[in-house]
């Protein structure tokens, strides 16, 4: 073997390249990266052959001096950073200094810049790591950064690149990142001679629709909180517009596109019970917080974070998630106009009802409280259901007209009645289908409800309210069940013994390994005690606190409000229907029954009407 050696500084590019520079659209990142820093307004991509062949990025920011491109290719060269206390709160997309000497190693980069205080531009051209002597060049102010033939000194990498196409949209995806993370940045892109993209400068809501389409911003809704330092906005698809990949969920800390397990966790958390089997949300949010908090030096490609507080993060995350999430109720639709035929509608009416999201921020909707009648419910199922107390209405912060007049549960108003604004939101029901469906008219067309779905969610949220204000009753057990633990275990346990005893838990130390379950939450006394115990404490380990327990917690509450639900085949009355229609009005999360199902649905009376060919 020989012996230890001093590398030479060529491999040492290529081997931080390989790290850095995993295929085109790594580079283009770095590129990107170092033109937003320059506080760069319009930047401009040209690539061929998927950026193999060209990758080109031009920028109109505070360009290079010529005394600092040269270094500017140099490892561990950098403006952004120069000392310790910088490191730990970074502020600027890039601070490593190695993304522009690891490109220049293994492809033909030219660096071409204006800086404001110089008559011209000057620049620098390097292949494979040797570079050239600065030359004056003719360019605006700014910095322009060619690099050609990526690759061409390490063929064994080249041959890991897939298709043309392929790479070219992962580039594009890249680009797409940062648009979102930057509207008030115009952005181009030109693959091949041909433009793909053309973004000018734009709010967030019209980058938002600009890049992820009409559809995406029509179901979903814009939000902006707020917790002492921390800030998160965005926009939350909703459960309807949910999809079978994760292809809308952009994930931003501070400006930068992060994939982290953490906030990851809090996301799939908010979504829990109002997402149907492997369907995934859609979503676009973006987490400020003090960047002392949070260590962006984790990886090479800085899209892994680590927090400071991650418990206080997670908490914070799927707190405001799940508050609009649980905003999801019925809203009362705009009434139609009667005066015109129905191939007169306007496009709006015919689609508001499709879009609720959109017309919720028009000020078209809004969700209006009706009183239930828990007389109905004792009927069905006994005294011991109605004592199950009904949720609090809690209407939005700001809604475009009060409240009309509660509309009476048991006396159905005909859609075209003078009293049209007395309509609620589901409407009056008409009939039931087959035992399973309750029919109704509102003043938009039918509204078609699954009654057991639908009682299922109201009793689930009914339960969970009523749990969390008279607290978790705790089991304790006759005989204390002990398990062996790691010193990890034993750790986390010590470090959060007070927490778990306020979720109902009760466990100490026997021993350096051994641990003691003296009581359990009730709800889940019939649990595997030694399994439960190791989920709850690698789970509080791991984020801070505790979802493990939640989660089984609702499994069991969910498996109740089945059974207590109303069954298919069972006939209700017109007054126990118009019930679950007010009911579902005021329930948190009743567009989905708890295992994500829609529970109910609008067919709008321009549909119907095209059905029968009226108007026409």
């Known amino acids: 073997m020989a012996g230890i050696r001093i590398l030479p500084e060529i491999l040492v590019n290529q081997i931080a390249a390989g790290e850095v520079v995993e295929r085109p659209a790594s580079a283009l990142k770095e590129l990107l990266e170092n033109s937003l820093d320059s506080g760069a307004q319009a930047v401009e991509v040209e690539l061929q052959a998927g950026g193999m062949r060209l990758l080109k990025v031009s920028d109109d920011g505070g360009g290079i001096a010529r005394a600092d491109l040269a270094l500017a290719l140099e490892r561990h060269a950098t403006s ?14 890039g601070f490593r200094g190695e993304a522009l000497a690891s490109i220049a190693s293994i492809s033909e980069l030219t660096l071409s810049s204006r800086h404001p205080g110089e008559a011209h531009a000057w620049s620098i051209r390097a292949q494979g790591g040797e570079v050239e002597p600065p030359a004056p060049c003719a360019l605006p102010q700014g910095t322009t950064v060619e690099v050609r033939d990526l690759y061409f000194n390490t063929p064994a990498r080249r041959k890991f690149m897939r298709t043309e196409a392929t790479e070219f949209a992962h580039c594009e995806e890249t680009l797409r990142r940062a648009a979102l993370a930057c509207p008030g940045v115009a952005f181009s892109l030109v693959h091949n001679g041909r433009r793909q993209m053309r973004l000018v400068p734009q709010d967030a809501a019209q980058r938002v629709e600009s890049l992820l389409g009409e559809e995406f911003t029509a179901h979903s809704v814009a939000f902006d909180e707020r917790a002492g330092p921390a800030r998160l906005q965005g926009f939350l698809g909703l459960p309807s517009f949910s999809r079978s990949s ?12 992060v994939r982290d397990k953490l ?34 030096n984790v990886h090479p490609a800085k899209t892994e974070v680590r927090f400071r507080d991650p418990g206080a993060v997670h908490q914070f995350v799927f707190g405001v998630l799940t508050r609009i999430l649980a905003q999801g109720r019925p809203a009362t639709p705009p009434a139609p106009a009667t005066d015109r035929a129905p191939s007169e509608r306007t496009e709006t009416e015919a689609t508001v009802v499709a879009r609720p999201a959109f017309a919720a921020q028009q000020g078209l909707l809004r969700l209006r409280p009706a009183a239930s009648t828990p007389l109905f419910y004792e009927r069905l199922f006994g005294p011991r259901a109605a004592e199950i107390p009904a949720a ?35 409407g009056f029901a008409l009939a039931q289908l087959r035992g399973v469906y309750i029919l109704a008219q509102n003043r938009v067309g039918l509204v078609i409800v699954d009654m057991h779905a639908a ?40 470090e959060h013994g007070e927490a778990l005893c306020s979720l109902g838990f009760e466990m100490g130390t026997l021993g350096p390994s051994t641990i003691v379950v003296r009581s359990v939450p009730a709800a889940l006394a019939e649990a595997d005690l030694g399994a439960l115990a190791r989920e709850v404490l690698s789970q509080l380990a791991e984020h801070g606190l505790d979802r493990t327990l939640t989660e089984r917690r609702n499994e069991t ?41 829609p529970t109910w649905t609008q067919i709008p009376l321009g549909e119907l009407d095209s059905l029968f060919l009226r108007g026409q």
């Not at 952004?80 to 997309?93: C, G, H, R, Y």
């Not at 966790?265 to 949300?281: I, N, S, T």
């Not at 309210?465 to 633990?485: H, K, T, V």
């Open 263 to 296: 906030l990851g966790h809090a996301v799939r958390e908010a979504f829990h019970d109002v997402l149907h089997g492997d369907r995934h949300p859609a979503y676009v949010l973006a987490l400020e917080i003090d960047p002392a908090r949070v260590d962006v």
């Open 455 to 494: 009682h299922e969610r109201i009793m689930y949220e009914r339960l969970k309210a009523a749990l969390e204000r008279d607290g978790i009753p705790s089991q304790r057990l006759l005989i204390p069940a002990s398990l062996n633990a790691n010193s990890l275990e034993v750790a986390t346990l010590e």
């Open 246 to 257: 994760r292809d809308r969920q952009y994930l931003f800390v501070n400006g930068r596109f």
């Open 392 to 426: 609090e209405p809690r209407p939005p912060a700001a809604q475009a007209s009060p409240p009309a007049a509660q509309a009476s549960a048991e006396t159905p108003a005909p859609a075209d009645s003078e009293e049209a604004e007395e309509v609620p939101p589901l």
């Open 80 to 93: 952004k950073i120069s000392n310790l206390e910088d490191l730990e709160q970074v502020a600027s997309f």
């Open 557 to 597: 509450l969910a498996t109740m409000a089945c059974h207590a639900a109303v069954r298919a085949n069972r006939r209700l009355s017109v007054p126990e229907m118009n019930a679950l229609l007010r009911d579902m009005e005021i329930t948190e999360r009743s567009g989905q029954c708890n295992h994500g199902r």
